[in-house]
């Protein structure tokens, strides 16, 4: 009784993850109970699909009530009543890395085991999963991308390189599925455009566009009054524009620049944990 409670007990504890980003005091009864509702049916469907005895079957307790998931939850509560489905709590796995020596050599790496920790089938003796990037592949016949032997699919690792003239300039990398090739087309772009180092580059406001006319941006990039005007200037052209307060949704990178006088500038996201090391 006690375990089924336990378990029981997970869905409130689901809900009010949800709810913990909502100032419900500052709301009228009405939406109060409607966020409420919400969050409890969302609380209900992921119990249902993810929740079940912890001594018979893996539980992903911690990223089911990790903040970064509550805030994607949060984020499928609109103004109207919705059917709930349930979430997947564990997503990606995927972790970028560069580094330099002082001879020169500069190294951009990335390894991925994707979806849900890779395909869950681990090389006996060897302690590391095998990757699941066969996801994506197409079933369609008539697509280049089609799945078949010898054949690597489409896929979002991207360890970037940035060069100029044909110098090297250093190595860098954004993670974040899809969000990949956005965060280093706006990360060069800082850099190249704008001048910045890599530090301030990394922490330039980001945008991320999913399918359609869909654009969610980070709430700095739309701060202040030049920020209001770019945001009303984007609505105007017919882009749904949305903010998001989830740092996950915009990628982690990192980058190391070769200075022009010697040695190198580094930089660590800063919306996650991770560090520039020199020695």
Not at 72 to 79: E, P
Not at 247 to 262: K, L, N, S
């Given at each position: 009784m006690g375990a089924a409670a336990e378990r029981a007990g997970r869905r409130?504890?689901?809900?009010?993850?949800?709810?913990?980003?909502?100032?419900?005091?500052?709301?009228?009864?009405e939406q109060r109970l409607h966020w409420q509702i919400e969050a409890v049916k969302l609380g209900f469907a992921d119990a249902h699909a993810h929740v079940a005895d912890p001594e018979r079957a893996q539980v992903p307790t911690d990223a089911l009530l990790s903040p970064g998931y509550a805030a994607?939850?949060?984020?499928?509560?609109?103004?109207r009543a919705g059917t709930p489905t349930a979430g997947d709590p564990e997503r990606g796995g995927t972790v970028y890395l560069c580094t330099a020596d002082a001879g020169g050599m500069m190294v951009s790496l990335?390894?991925?085991?994707?979806?849900?920790?890779?395909s869950h089938v681990v090389l006996p003796g060897h302690g590391f999963a095998l990757q699941n990037r066969g996801t994506g592949f197409r079933l369609d016949p008539a697509h280049?991308?089609?799945?078949?032997?010898?054949?690597?699919?489409?896929?979002?690792?991207?360890?970037?390189?940035?060069?100029?003239?044909?110098?090297?300039?250093?190595?860098?990398?954004?993670?974040?599925?899809h969000m990949q090739p956005q965060g280093h087309v706006q990360l060069v772009s800082a850099t190249l455009d704008a001048g910045l180092?890599?530090?301030a580059a990394l922490d330039v406001p980001r945008w991320y566009w999913h399918a359609g006319r869909s654009v969610l941006v980070e709430p700095d990039l739309v701060a202040g009054a030049a920020g209001q005007e770019a945001l009303a200037g984007l609505r105007a052209r017919g882009h749904e524009v949305t903010?998001?307060?989830?740092?996950?949704?915009?990628?982690?990178?990192?980058?190391?620049?070769?200075?022009?006088?010697?040695?190198y500038v580094a930089g660590s996201e800063s919306r996650v944990d991770g560090a520039m090391l020199g020695y």
């Open positions: 409130a504890l689901l809900a009010l993850n949800i709810l913990d980003g909502v100032d419900l005091a500052g709301l009228p009864p994607a939850r949060r984020a499928l509560v609109t103004h990335i390894q991925s085991t994707y979806l849900a920790f890779g280049p991308n089609v799945v078949g032997p010898a054949k690597r699919p489409f896929h979002t690792i991207i360890p970037g390189f940035l060069t100029r003239g044909g110098e090297p300039v250093g190595p860098f990398g954004v993670m974040g599925g180092d890599p530090q903010v998001a307060d989830e740092p996950g949704v915009f990628g982690y990178g990192q980058a190391i620049w070769r200075h022009p006088d010697g040695g």
